[in-house]
């Protein structure tokens, strides 16, 4: 992530849960995550950023894939 004017930043990461959400945590933060959205009630199995950081591909348990634009929907 290289746009450390936005969302996207270099000491970000995301990262997804059982309880169907997905995080963006900042490292330079506390513990906490500075954006939380809701994908789903089913636990997150898999996540990944496309080559351009615009977007987050997320599999869940049930074998549904939801894509996320980090630009807004985050």
Known sequence: MNDSSSK?????FYSGNGLGEVRLYDIRAQKK??????????????????GD??????????????????RKDL
């Open 33 to 50: 995550p500075i954006l939380v959205t809701k994908i789903e009630e089913s636990p997150v199995m898999n996540l990944c950023l496309s």
């Open 8 to 12: 996207n930043c270099s000491r970000c």
């Open 53 to 70: 950081d615009k977007h987050c591909l997320i599999s869940n348990q049930t074998g549904t894939i939801s894509v996320l634009d980090t």
